[in-house]
């Protein structure tokens, strides 16, 4: 048999309960953050860099910091995306993104757990765009 109940109000609607498990100073998710590109959690703690600022996954970053590494005073926090790499003298490789709201570029090192094929993928990029430039010139 159905259960009956009476309809209620709406004074009689209970609100929406604190979710401690996922938010809160002892949570799991106290030192991670959401991929805005692929929606991975992502922990803070990266070896090979102080301040995490991007998934490993797909390299997708906000963009929150201002001058510093890991300040976090951008007033903008769009999302920027991962447009090139490149190395520095010392050999490191350096991750540059590029604001998808305000336009502006920034470098940030990469992590030891960051996607290699996204890496390369990215080194590759400008030889894939020039190829695809000479095989449109040829086809003219």
């Known amino acids: ?19 401690d498990v996922l938010h809160g100073a002892g949570g799991h998710r106290a030192n991670d953050f959401r991929c805005v590109g692929c929606r991975l959690d992502v922990s803070l703690h990266a070896p090979g860099t102080a301040h995490r600022n991007h998934c490993p996954q797909c390299l997708a970053s906000l963009h ?12 903008c926090k769009g999302r920027m995306e991962a447009v ?6 010392d ?3 350096m991750i540059v993104h590029q604001c998808l709201t305000c336009g502006e570029l920034s470098s940030n090192r990469i992590a030891g757990d960051d996607n290699a094929v996204a890496l390369v993928r990215l080194a590759l990029r400008p030889l894939h765009d020039t190829d695809r430039a000479s095989r449109t010139l040829i086809n003219l």
């Open 64 to 75: 929150v910091d201002r001058r510093i590494p890991g300040d976090r005073a951008s007033e």
């Open 91 to 93: 050999g490191e490789w």
């Open 84 to 89: 090139a790499v490149f190395t520095r003298p």
């Open 1 to 19: 048999m159905p259960r009956r109940t009476r309809p209620r109000s709406h004074d009689d609607r209970r609100g929406q309960r604190r979710k």
